[in-house]
């Protein structure tokens, strides 16, 4: 098991691993590492993974200087290694929503972790993170996404998944792909809300979308949550059909 490293933001790094065996062409599981004085890292990546990540993040800042752990929700791909990186810096903290935290969290964790409320935001240094509650999209009653504002970044988690290795930032059209992957894994809620919470994320306007599976996006990433938005209205009307 390898992971590739590649900055897809300024001191944003994409940490990327491949597993040959999911799908007709693979699927990656990718984490963010946001270097700053106090890293953060979205997505831990599964336990068994853990070896190979926290190389990958070694590479980028030493493993025992991050200070925050955040994944969009409570998933093995999202936090299985929460502990382990708990363990391995002392310094670091999980911070998640607030429902997250008293649902599974304060539990879960090794360490408290930090609840935050829906829009509030942790100052990383030069970066600044607002969290942003996703109730079951695309799924998880704690689901939530990121939005680093400096660089425009929104750490999408889930949304957006597609198979493939394909590299780590392109401009193409990832909706077609996202669509492809729904059709396969029926992984999305199709919540009432589903589409308009996706469409209050394109209010954002952010420049990158930051994906757990597949390529990430730079360009107009308004007009893809926006296309994201109504491709779910349209798989919920067809479903009520
Ligand atoms: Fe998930
Ligand atoms: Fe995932």
Redesign the pocket.
């Known amino acids: 098991m390898s992971t590739k490293i590649d900055e897809i933001a300024p001191r944003i790094y994409r940490l990327s691993t491949l597993v040959p065996e999911i799908g007709p062409t693979g699927f990656t599981f990718n984490q963010f590492l946001l270097d700053d004085d106090e890293p953060l890292l979205f997505h831990t990546g599964h336990r068994s993974m853990f070896p190979s990540v926290r190389d990958a993040i070694a590479q980028v800042v030493p493993v025992e200087r991050l200070r925050w752990i955040a994944f969009?929700?409570v998933?093995s791909d999202?936090c299985g290694a929460m502990n382990e990186l708990l363990a391995a810096a002392p310094h670091a903290r999980v911070a998640h929503g607030a429902l997250g935290c008293m649902v599974s969290l304060d539990e879960m964790a090794d360490r408290p972790p930090r609840p935050l409320t829906n829009g509030e935001t942790i100052d990383l240094g030069t970066k600044r993170v607002r969290h942003i509650d996703t109730p079951h999209v695309p799924?998880?009653w704690d689901a939530r996404v990121l939005y680093e504002e400096t660089t425009g970044t929104l750490l999408c988690g889930?949304l957006f998944t597609h198979l493939g290795d394909g590299p780590a930032l392109t401009e193409d059209d990832i909706l077609g792909p996202a669509g492809a992957a729904e059709d396969l894994f029926s992984f999305s809620c199709l919540s009432p809300s589903t589409p308009t919470t996706i469409d209050e994320l394109a209010a954002l306007a952010p420049r990158t979308l930051a994906l757990m599976h597949g390529s990430s996006f730079t360009g107009d990433g308004s007009a893809m949550l926006r296309g994201l938005a109504d491709s779910y209205r349209e798989r919920i009307t067809a479903a009520g059909a």
Do not use: F, S, T, V
Request: aromatic share 0%.
């Open positions: 969009g929700h998933e999202e799924h998880g889930d």
